[in-house]
């Protein structure tokens, strides 16, 4: 029996990146697959064929998660196609770098909204619908390394991922009697698109590149595992945790 078989997983922001690999690794562990994502139709397209070819059912629904109303369309419309939702990834986020004295207003508005409110209306809106269900469930929320340690121009992003750390702590707690569990993945330097100019800086690359104990950055698919780990049965009494998925960044001070 696959880890995920008979579950019907939603990740938001899958068209590339994280929330992609997330959704292909809950395809092959057996879910059923609904993805939210923002602009890029022909990527969100080509998630679902690779979620049918590893042979489950999958459905993509665009939206904008700073959207209230994004989320319980994203939901109903889950529930339509495939009668129910076990687990919800709440990845969709931003990060456009910018210093910090002359941070534009919007910048910091749309960041907050995206990263930390748009997860928190997912989750809220998932689950309600796993408590309407009566068989538990479990969120993820894809948190940062820069929910513990800070970065000169993401002084927008470190505080929404910081929240979204928070809120699966937070919901860890209201939740547990609905025997839905509350977990967020912490992951470190990643190549997908949301840093492709910051890293197209080959000094700054190098750089992050010697941070890492394993000696590479991140490739979205290692985090595949730890998401689907955590979605599973295997997790069970897995509540309020935060896994680390940064290569051994974080530790390494010297
Ligand atoms: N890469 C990294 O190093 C790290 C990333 N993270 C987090 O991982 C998550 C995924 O990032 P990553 O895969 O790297 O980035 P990508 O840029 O590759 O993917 C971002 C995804 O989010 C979607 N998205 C963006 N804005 C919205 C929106 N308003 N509504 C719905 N979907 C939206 C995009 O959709 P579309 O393309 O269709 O517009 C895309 O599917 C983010 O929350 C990020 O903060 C955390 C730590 C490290
Ligand atoms: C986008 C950044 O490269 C990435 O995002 C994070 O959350 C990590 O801290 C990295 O800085």
Do not use: W
């Amino acid at each position: 029996m696959k880890l995920l078989e008979g579950k019907t997983v939603l990740v938001t922001g899958a068209s590339t990146g994280i929330g992609r690999a997330a959704a292909v690794g809950a395809a092959k562990a057996g879910a059923d697959v609904v993805i939210n994502y923002h602009s890029r139709d022909d990527e969100a397209a080509a998630c679902v064929a690779e979620i049918e070819a590893a042979g489950q059912r999958g459905l993509a629904i665009k939206g904008d998660v700073a959207a209230p109303e994004t989320a319980t369309e994203f939901v109903v419309k889950a529930v339509e196609a495939f009668g129910k939702v076990d687990v919800m990834v709440s990845n969709a986020g931003i990060c456009p770098f910018h210093s910090f004295l002359d941070m534009p207003v919007e910048t910091v508005q749309r960041t907050v909204q995206v990263n930390l409110l748009g997860g928190y209306f997912m989750c809220q809106a998932a689950a309600n619908q796993m408590v309407r269900q009566g068989h538990g469930g479990a969120l993820i929320a894809v948190s940062s390394i820069s929910a513990l340690v800070g970065g000169e121009y993401q002084t927008h992003y470190t505080p929404t991922k910081a929240g979204l750390h928070s809120l699966m702590q937070s919901t860890a707690i209201a939740l547990g009697k609905h025997g839905i569990r509350c977990n967020s993945v912490l992951p470190g330097t990643i190549l997908t698109e949301i840093n492709k100019d910051d890293l197209a800086d080959e000094a700054k690359r190098k750089y992050m590149e010697a941070r890492i104990p394993l000696g590479r950055l991140g490739q979205a698919e290692d985090l595949a595992g730890p998401i689907v780990f955590l979605a599973s049965d295997m997790a069970a009494y897995v509540t309020g945790a935060a896994l680390l998925v940064d290569g051994g960044a974080f530790v390494n001070l010297q």
